[in-house]
């Protein structure tokens, strides 16, 4: 009897505290300012009745975010998106389990494609991404914010000349470059640290899977990074392979990267506008000149199926000459425009290139990265009329004297906004923007034997391996 009566009491007090502390939480959750941690709470359902292991499907949601944002996933928890004004000052949200399950996870985490169950928060997407291990000292950040930091002790992240997949165009001090500070400079984001590149699991993860660059010179610049990256990570560093045999030659724009220990590909396949390339006869004369297909999607498009991780750039392509004027070069289905500005055009392009991502990937499978605009430095002059950068031996450190954020990330990411696949922005404009002495300026080849025998043009476009592309890839790390 007692005990019943004690029990009865109990429960009804448990109950009184329950509802006493329960009630104006959630009061204040739908009264405050700080629709972060409504979202948090709202936004992982059973988080203490499960465990989860490794490899497990855990539902997890994610807000639409209110005001407009191009972040369709975040770091490690819905923080990222929201207003960074109030997120600076306030403690991170508890990290959530699955951060912890992710770290000993040979898989991953697999966030799996659910509705929310409830109805009081405000719309939700999906998010489909496998949350990054992070380190506890990496709470989520905007990394496009920060300074670089000279760290010869731990960069670079494979030594100069040791990797075998640089192409001749980026081995600058194979080529002879004679300074070497460039190699030792890491990113360091403003509210936190980009963790560093850890070979072995990135491969763990992309065990029986499939990475694919699509894009640009500069994507394959970011490719061959990979493939260096990795091989530090292989016990036996031969166990890597070209598919074909091929060797890595700038002719050639196809190639497959086998790990057989891991049973994984690394991919580049070589599409400069992303759109199709193609040719229109002029018959009076008898001459054919290049068009651009700004409504067709580039025909490697079907190397882009059914990879697990994909990440595109294009954007230096668009500043050339004939693209760059638009005259009788774009085309729409049968129309060859007399004129069309390029910004226009562009936008047109990544339009086709945004509608192919959504009606042919499946978000549960792929996670689609656009690489950002990599800036250029030609100094006192353009490519082709004597601009260089030879001379460049420190990253430019005044914030001011940077160009700023170009248009055309502007479009995309207007255009990823709208699209229904997630796609992440790897935003490395600003952090490389610094970087004026990453480049191969003139040591982009073999060393000639007459030194003033200068090749007319320098390469202050593309960047050294070791070097920059490391960082992206180490910011690609930090999403997958
Ligand atoms: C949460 O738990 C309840 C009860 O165990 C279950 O019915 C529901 O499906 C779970 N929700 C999710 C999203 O797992
Ligand atoms: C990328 O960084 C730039 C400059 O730091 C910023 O203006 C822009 O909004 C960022 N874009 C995204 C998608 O984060
Ligand atoms: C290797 O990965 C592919 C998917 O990329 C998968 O179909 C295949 O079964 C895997 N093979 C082994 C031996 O695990
Ligand atoms: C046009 O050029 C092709 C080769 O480029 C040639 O075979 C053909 O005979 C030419 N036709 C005319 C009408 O000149
Ligand atoms: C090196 O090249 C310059 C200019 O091309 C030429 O004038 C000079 O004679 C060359 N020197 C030698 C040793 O070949």
């Not at 599409?271 to 999607?297: C, M, W, Y």
């Not at 954007?315 to 289905?333: L, P, V």
């Amino acid at each position: 009897m007692y005990l019943e009566f004690f029990h009865r009491w109990r429960l009804g007090f448990l109950f009184m505290c329950i509802a006493g502390i329960l009630l104006p939480f959630f009061g204040f959750l739908a009264l405050s300012p700080y629709s972060w941690l409504k979202d948090f709470v709202f936004s992982i359902p059973n988080r203490s009745l499960r465990h989860y292991h490794a490899g497990d499907v855990i539902p997890v949601y994610r807000s639409m975010p209110s005001t407009s944002s191009s972040q369709p996933w975040t770091l490690s928890s819905s923080r990222k998106t929201k207003d960074a004004k109030n997120v600076r000052a306030l403690p991170s949200p508890v990290v959530s389990p699955t951060v912890r399950t992710s770290r000993d996870s040979s898989k991953g985490i697999f966030v799996s494609d659910l509705q929310h169950p409830s109805s009081t928060s405000p719309p939700q997407i999906p998010l489909s991404v496998s949350f990054p291990s992070k380190s506890a000292d990496c709470e989520p950040c905007d990394i496009s914010v920060g300074q670089w930091i000279l760290d010869g002790d731990h960069y670079p992240l494979y030594q100069p000349s040791s990797c075998p997949y640089v192409d001749q165009a980026f081995r600058c001090q194979d080529n002879g470059r004679p300074d070497s500070h460039y190699l030792k400079w890491r990113w360091k984001p403003k509210d936190c640290d980009l963790e560093r590149f850890d070979a072995r699991r990135l491969l763990e993860k992309l065990r029986g899977k499939r990475m694919v660059f699509a894009g640009d010179s500069l994507v394959r610049n970011q490719w061959e990074s990979m493939l260096c990256l990795l091989r530090e990570g292989l016990t036996n560093k031969d166990h890597m392979f070209e598919i074909k045999g091929s060797q890595i030659t700038k002719g050639k724009g196809n190639y497959a990267f086998r790990f057989p220990d891991y049973n994984a590909t690394v991919e580049f396949h070589r599409s400069h506008f992303l759109v199709a390339e193609g040719k229109q006869v002029d018959h009076e004369n008898n001459k054919s000149r290049p068009i651009l297909h700004i409504d067709t999607i580039h025909s490697t498009s079907k190397k882009w199926l059914n990879a697990d991780i994909l990440v595109f750039t294009t954007g230096h392509w668009w500043n050339h000459g004939k693209t760059a004027k638009g005259k009788d070069y774009f085309q729409e289905s049968d129309v060859v425009y007399k004129i069309l500005p390029v910004m226009e055009a562009f936008r047109r392009a990544m339009n086709t290139w945004a509608s192919w991502i959504d009606e042919n990937l499946n978000r549960r499978q792929t996670k689609v990265f656009f690489a950002g605009y990599s800036p250029r430095h030609f100094i006192g002059g353009e490519w082709d009329s004597g601009g260089r950068c030879d001379k460049e031996t420190a990253p430019i450190l005044e914030e001011s004297q940077l160009t700023g954020y170009p248009d055309k990330m502007l479009v995309i990411q207007d255009i990823v906004q709208r699209m229904k696949h997630p796609v992440q922005i790897l935003n490395v404009t600003h952090l490389s923007e610094f970087r004026k002495d990453a480049h191969p300026s003139m040591y982009g080849e073999s060393p000639r034997e007459n030194l003033s025998d200068k090749s007319p043009h320098q390469d202050c476009s593309h960047w050294c391996l070791p070097g920059l592309p490391d960082i992206w890839n180490e910011v690609l790390y930090a999403y997958i």
